[in-house]
Structure formats: C-alpha cells, structure tokens
C-alpha cells in the first residue's frame, strides 16, 4: 500500500507560480510511476504529467509544457510539480497517483494508478 498527500496549493495570481507537493508513505516510491492530474469543476479528471520510476522518462499534456515541471526527490520519497508561469485555466484540483507495471500508452490514463491522494486546490485569479 502506498499513501500519498499533497500540499502546495493556494491562491495566485496569473503568471504566478507554485510548488506541489506529493509526501508518499508506504513504499519507496522511487520504484512507481508517479503522476499529476488535475480536475476543475465540471470537468473530467486530466492527465498534467508523469514520470517514470526513478531514473525513467518525463512527459506532460500539451497545456503544461514548458511551465510545468515534475521531479523527484527520493531521499524524500516525495514528488513534486513546479508550475509557473500559471492561467486562470490552471485552476482546478491537482493529485498525484502512483502505479507500478504501467506502459507509455497507458501512462495518461486514470484507471492505470492504483494509488491516488486527497487533492489540494489551485486557484489562479486573472
């Protein structure tokens, strides 16, 4: 079992920034896919950005490139989305989910985690 929580959020300014935050426990979390989605209010829950297990490779949906960042810290066991440069369509829900075994293709996709964390609100005022 892997418990995941997220802290970071708030409320920003357009063109801002925030640092996210995702404390797992549990497991090392260095061995699992971590993952950010996102979710505004009457909208489904989207895919922000992945990475790999420890040492593996990076992606991020169209929206965020080049303003948003995932890393690691495993010392940690922590993962974390730097997100600058924010829009008001940024505002939403974000969580961070964890998995182990998944492939590329299934990387974007919900039903690949098993693990998910509580949220933590991002509010970016224009």
């Known amino acids: 079992q892997v418990q995941l929580v997220e802290s970071g959020g708030g409320l920003v300014q357009t063109g801002g920034s925030l640092r996210l935050s995702c404390a797992a426990s549990?497991?090392?979390?260095?061995?699992?896919?971590v993952a950010w989605f996102r979710q505004s209010p009457g909208k489904e829950r989207e895919f922000v950005a992945a990475s790999r297990r420890s040492g593996g490779t990076i992606h991020y949906t169209d929206a965020v490139k080049g303003r948003f960042t995932i890393s690691r810290a495993n010392a940690q066991n922590t993962v974390y989305l730097q997100m600058d440069r924010l829009k008001p369509e940024d505002t939403a829900v974000y969580y961070c989910?964890?998995?182990?075994?998944?492939?590329?293709?299934?990387?974007?996709?919900?039903?690949?985690?098993?693990?998910w964390g509580q949220g933590t609100q991002v509010t970016v005022s224009s």
């Open positions: 989910a964890a998995g182990q075994g998944l492939i590329l293709s299934s990387l974007r996709m919900r039903s690949a985690y098993a693990y």
């Open positions: 549990g497991r090392i979390i260095s061995a699992y896919t």
